[in-house]
């Protein structure tokens, strides 16, 4: 009984959560949730149950993309992200090759709050930060550049990341090019372990942590 307690009350607090303060959602996607409708947990869990799960599913990675599996999962407090092996790592990062070549720099932003979530996402499992990151950049034509900046202390927040990233993308003239790919990379990664094991809580400062 105590456990189905514990859970009710964790559901409890999802629904009234406001979405900005989900983990891994940052102000452009929370911008588009709240065009959506989308304000709250209880709001995205509705958004995503519309009729059966797949179409909940369907709808979710119709406006967000692949993200939409980890936004349906976070409105029902559920993460099934696999746990990986430690391993010494040179690089962190990810990187999305688009199906239809953007050409709105609005649309460039979101996907690139996207792939800073991923790139959290996996520090976060191998428990490690980086002192410097990379944008890269593929155009239409398949040329590809890329822009990085190292700081003088590592970094792994979502909200440092994509700013970061955001700004080294405001520096590329895009000179109405149409972009194929968008990917952010950490290096120079700090993987010393801590002595010992953390459990993290499930609240944090106000937020949801998965």
């Known amino acids: 009984m105590r456990c189905l307690r514990q859970a009710a009350s964790v559901y409890a607090f999802v629904e009234q959560l406001p979405i900005e303060k989900f983990h891994g959602i940052g102000e452009v996607t929370a911008a588009k949730m709240h065009s959506l409708?989308?304000?709250?947990?209880?709001?995205?869990?509705?958004?995503?149950?519309?009729?059966?799960?797949?179409?909940?599913?369907?709808?979710?990675?119709?406006?967000?993309g692949k993200a939409g599996h980890y936004y349906y999962k976070i409105a029902r407090a559920e993460d099934d992200r696999p746990v990986e092996a430690n391993r010494v790592r040179k690089s962190v990062g990810a990187e999305t090759s688009f199906a239809q070549d953007l050409s709105?720099?609005?649309?460039?932003?979101?996907?690139?709050?996207?792939?800073?979530?991923?790139?959290?996402?996996?520090?976060?499992?191998?428990?490690?930060?980086?002192?410097?990151l990379t944008l890269k950049v593929k155009f239409s034509d398949?040329?590809?550049?890329?822009?990085?900046?190292?700081?003088?202390?590592?970094?792994?927040?979502?909200s440092?990341?994509?700013?970061?990233?955001?700004?080294?993308?405001?520096?590329?003239?895009?000179e109405n090019r149409?972009?194929?790919?968008?990917?952010?990379?950490?290096?120079?990664?700090?993987?010393?372990?801590?002595?010992?094991?953390i459990q993290l809580p499930l609240f944090q400062n106000g937020n949801i942590i998965f």
Request: charged share 20%; net charge negative.
């Open 104 to 132: 709105d720099v609005g649309q460039m932003l979101q996907e690139l709050e996207i792939i800073a979530q991923i790139v959290e996402q996996r520090l976060e499992q191998h428990e490690t930060r980086g002192r410097t």
């Open 160 to 174: 440092t990341i994509f700013e970061i990233a955001k700004t080294l993308f405001e520096s590329i003239e895009l």
């Open 178 to 197: 149409t972009i194929r790919l968008l990917g952010i990379f950490l290096s120079n990664l700090d993987n010393a372990k801590q002595s010992q094991a």
């Open 142 to 158: 398949y040329q590809q550049l890329t822009r990085s900046k190292t700081m003088l202390a590592p970094i792994s927040e979502l």
């Open 37 to 64: 409708g989308i304000h709250t947990g209880a709001d995205l869990k509705m958004r995503s149950s519309l009729t059966l799960p797949q179409a909940s599913l369907t709808d979710l990675t119709h406006h967000f």
